[in-house]
């Protein structure tokens, strides 16, 4: 097979893995030195890390072959898709052409099963391995690991890896047992300890080991769990160990799809509202279960941190010149940026209203939620139904053509 058609395929079929942030890796550059590439450096995927610059890589799978019959997977051993596979010297020599032609800033690999867990686990440690040893690349590296594979071959991966992830699949057990069975979720939270375990030995050593730690991806709305059931098991993931990012992927229905699947795929503005929400666990200190209140689904028509507002007004106002930062920060409206400058601004003056306007905050969602020296809201100005009414978006309408 050509080798373009290969690329055809395969880049096609590692579209569905979302979770190819390039977020917390190091600053890492050839100049001055021997090697190739960088890590850094505005950029065939696109991610953005932690300051805001877009960064290119090349996202393929080394094969879509794959042993397994995951229902949702549209590489699955049952699929009728073109089948394809690089071998590890074609992933190398396409990165290093596509990062001398300017195109990358680096590599997102995955893999279907071939073989055996252990035997697909080394053919992307050797892509990796070439890479790092034999070319000196010095650009991102994303590799997708294989549960199954031998603890010692995934701690291999992530000596050349900036990051590992292991894909949890579907929010819950059962879930994963109905629509996956080949695949066991032990195994998938073993192979996330072994990746948190050689990170803290790593840094326990001062070695630089999977520097960009590891994430993990579940698939919305393939089963029937609901949004509180993701956010929770979300948060379990995040403590137990210690994840960069969840990301959330909303199940997009596949050609001759199994009859234990979905026949739609869910709003994406569920997919939205999820990564809001997991947004306000990682740095505004919510817990999952206060993201809700009677119903187990985020709501679709306002984000996540105005319906927790809405729902808590007893809290509301909050007095700027004296709330704590973690209070303000909740404000909707209010990020944590603009709470932590708040706070600042106020060791030398008292806030005043135009203070907010200064920093641009969303002065339609902030003004009900806040009181300052110069104004306060009215005791009767909105009920939170209305007030909900107001501050959701308007749903775009299709013109006519005619």
Request: charged share 25%; glycine share 6%; proline share 6%.
């Amino acid at each position: 097979m050509e080798l373009s058609t290969k690329l055809e395929i395969l880049a096609d079929a590692a579209k569905y893995d979302a979770s190819c942030a390039s977020s917390g890796a190091p600053k890492r550059d050839s100049r001055g030195r021997d090697g190739l590439g960088a890590s850094t450096g505005a950029g065939i995927c696109h991610s953005f890390t932690p300051d805001g610059r877009c960064v290119s890589l090349l996202k393929i799978l080394l094969t879509n072959f794959c042993q397994y019959d995951c229902q949702y997977c549209v590489n699955r051993r049952s699929s009728n898709v073109p089948r394809a596979r690089f071998r590890p010297r074609e992933v190398v020599d396409l990165t290093l052409d596509f990062y001398r032609r300017n195109y990358i800033d680096g590599l997102f690999l995955s893999s279907g099963i071939i073989r055996s867990a252990n035997y697909t686990m080394e053919q992307l440690v050797e892509v990796a391995r070439t890479l790092r040893e034999t070319h000196q690349f010095r650009g991102y590296i994303h590799l997708k690991t294989i549960p199954d594979a031998d603890p010692e071959l995934i701690t291999l991966a992530g000596r050349y890896a900036d990051r590992l992830s292991v894909n949890i699949e579907l929010p819950t057990d059962g879930g994963l047992s109905r629509l996956a069975p080949e695949k066991s979720a032990p195994t998938i939270k073993r192979a996330m300890g072994v990746i948190r375990l050689a990170r803290e030995e790593a840094l326990e050593e001062r070695r630089n080991k999977v520097p960009a730690g590891q994430s993990t991806q579940m698939i919305v709305g393939a089963d029937e769990a609901d949004d509180r059931t993701i956010l929770q098991t979300a948060q379990t993931l995040y403590g137990a160990y210690q994840l960069k990012r969840v990301y959330y992927s909303a199940f997009s229905p596949i050609p001759d799809s199994p009859s234990g699947l979905p026949a739609q795929p869910p709003p994406l503005l569920r997919e939205h509202r999820l990564y809001q929400a997991d947004f306000l666990m990682r740095g505004y200190g919510f817990q999952a279960d206060e993201l809700f209140q009677d119903a187990g689904e985020l709501p679709l028509d306002i984000d996540p941190k105005l319906a927790w507002a809405l729902a808590h007004r007893e809290l509301f106002p909050v007095d700027l010149n004296r709330a704590p930062l973690r209070l303000i920060a909740r404000v909707p409206g209010i990020g944590m940026r603009n709470a932590q400058r708040l706070v600042e601004l106020r060791r030398l003056r008292v806030i005043r209203y135009q203070d907010l306007i200064r920093l641009r905050c969303s002065m339609d969602k902030v003004k009900p939620f806040i009181a300052v020296q110069d104004y306060r809201p009215g005791l009767g100005e909105a009920s939170s139904a209305r007030l909900r009414r107001a501050l959701a978006p308007q749903a775009a309408q299709q013109l006519s053509l005619l």
